[in-house]
């Protein structure tokens, strides 16, 4: 659990970071860019920190803890926009840490890595159908396209650490393979429908139901079809944390918006994105 946590922890921090610089560099340079190869970067080291939270803990823990980025993408965005934390967002990053808590306490048993042919087929449709409607949304113009794009990317998000659960035990045979080689397209389709979505929308518009699916989808999934465990009489617990830790993500999601005004940079502001 510990391992598991510290590896989730870490990788949150990396993804806080990657979120403040790719928000700065859709909006400042479009999707392509080094800013952009940069945040690759980051995400690449980020998922393999990410890789071994899924070994060692249920993915509802997981993913709250990576979902706790937007902790690190918050405090930037105050610094980077010289502009402190209301109030509303110091309770929410105690209400995070909180629901964290009580979901490490709750946590059971690791449920099993394997992925038979339906697992493997259900994941693969499930790819390509949020591909096929990533790409009817790009027609989507305004704030209801961006905050469709952000519903999709996190789906796309969600979809990429359940495919990384059959990397944990890999037994080199399709079963493996397929599952494996849809983590990076998850990845990189969710990369490029939330690099759009913030082009389109409010940061907060983007993010909000991406923090929200990219955490609940492989939650459930992971206990209903993998089997993670709870504790015996703790599942109010783990629920209630779950849903204390996920409400405080979207809060923080508005600090997070403070973003969007990263377009106009500000002369002398420490830490500001510079552009290459």
Request: aromatic content about 8%; some cysteine.
């Amino acid at each position: 659990m510990v391992i598991g946590l510290g590896a989730a922890l870490l990788a949150a921090v990396l993804f806080g970071v990657a979120a403040v610089v790719q928000a700065v560099a859709a909006r400042r340079h479009g999707l392509i860019s080094w800013l952009m190869v940069l945040v690759g970067v980051i995400y690449l080291v980020g998922w393999g920190l990410h890789l071994v939270a899924i070994a060692y803990v249920p993915l509802y823990v997981a993913q709250v803890g990576i979902a706790a980025s937007i902790v690190v993408t918050a405090l930037i965005a105050a610094r980077v926009m010289h502009e402190p934390l209301a109030t509303r967002h110091w309770i929410a990053i105690a209400a995070m840490v909180a629901g964290l808590a009580l979901l490490v306490g709750a946590a059971g048993p690791v449920g099993d890595h394997v992925f038979d042919t339906d697992r493997t087929l259900a994941l693969s449709s499930t790819f390509v159908l949020t591909l096929l409607l990533g790409l009817a949304a790009l027609r989507v113009r305004g704030e209801r396209g961006g905050v469709l794009l952000g519903v999709l990317a996190g789906i796309a998000y969600g979809g990429s650490p359940i495919a990384t659960r059959s990397l944990v035990e890999p037994t080199w045979d399709l079963h493996t393979i397929a599952p494996a080689f849809t983590i990076g397209l998850f990845g990189v389709t969710g990369f490029w429908l939330y690099s759009v979505a913030l082009q389109r929308a409010s940061v907060t518009a983007a993010t909000a139901p991406l923090v929200l699916l990219e955490t609940l989808v492989p939650a459930v999934v992971g206990l209903a079809v993998f089997g993670d465990g709870v504790r015996s009489g703790w599942w109010p617990v783990a629920v209630f944390g779950f849903a204390l830790s996920t409400g405080a993500a979207l809060v923080l999601c508005d600090a997070e918006s403070r973003l969007q005004h990263s377009e106009e940079p500000h002369p002398g502001h420490v830490g500001d994105p510079q552009p290459i």
